[in-house]
């Protein structure tokens, strides 16, 4: 087996994993972590992609939900800490990487000559 289908064989196990997971959540799970989804089955085949892709977080969310072991009052509490440091780090960044670019920017050599790569005869035509 080469690497290729390694991978290949490696996708469709999650990609089944993740049908089968799909099926149950959003058949039986949905209602039970969400009372506003009951009766919204034209929403939920829409979320089969997501699921079949993301399935060990939503199997992580659900458990977090049905044995009620998240404390919303720290459920953004990280985020919030950090937006005040990624607000400052990001404009840096960013002026940082834009001088960088001007600075090592190549230049033309000046002793090479232009090269036309169609006959003029080509180009009207």
Same mark, same amino acid.
């Given at each position: 087996m080469?690497?290729?289908?390694a991978?290949?064989? $490696?996708? =469709? ?7 089968? @997971?799909?099926?149950i959540?959003?058949t @039986? $799970? !949905? *209602?039970r972590?969400d009372? *506003?989804a009951k $009766?919204?089955?034209?929403?939920? +085949?829409l &979320?089969? /992609?997501? %699921? %079949? +892709?993301?399935?060990?977080l %939503?199997?992580w969310?659900?458990? %977090?939900?049905?044995?009620n072991?998240e +404390?919303?009052e720290? =459920?953004?509490?990280p985020? =919030?800490k950090?937006h005040?440091?990624v607000? !400052?780090i &990001?404009?840096?960044g960013?002026?940082?990487i834009?001088l960088? $670019?001007?600075?090592?920017r190549?230049t033309? /050599?000046a *002793?090479i000559?232009p090269v =036309?790569?169609a006959?003029?005869s080509?180009v009207?035509q």
């Amino acid at each position: 087996m080469n690497q290729a289908e390694a991978i290949l064989l $490696g996708l =469709r196990i999650w990609a089944s994993i993740g049908a089968i @997971i799909a099926a149950i959540f959003l058949t @039986i $799970g !949905m *209602d039970r972590i969400d009372e *506003d989804a009951k $009766g919204a089955y034209i929403f939920r +085949v829409l &979320l089969i /992609p997501g %699921v %079949v +892709v993301i399935w060990p977080l %939503v199997l992580w969310r659900w458990y %977090v939900y049905e044995t009620n072991a998240e +404390v919303l009052e720290r =459920r953004y509490a990280p985020p =919030r800490k950090a937006h005040f440091a990624v607000g !400052m780090i &990001l404009p840096i960044g960013i002026a940082l990487i834009i001088l960088t $670019g001007l600075n090592i920017r190549q230049t033309w /050599p000046a *002793d090479i000559e232009p090269v =036309r790569l169609a006959a003029p005869s080509e180009v009207t035509q």
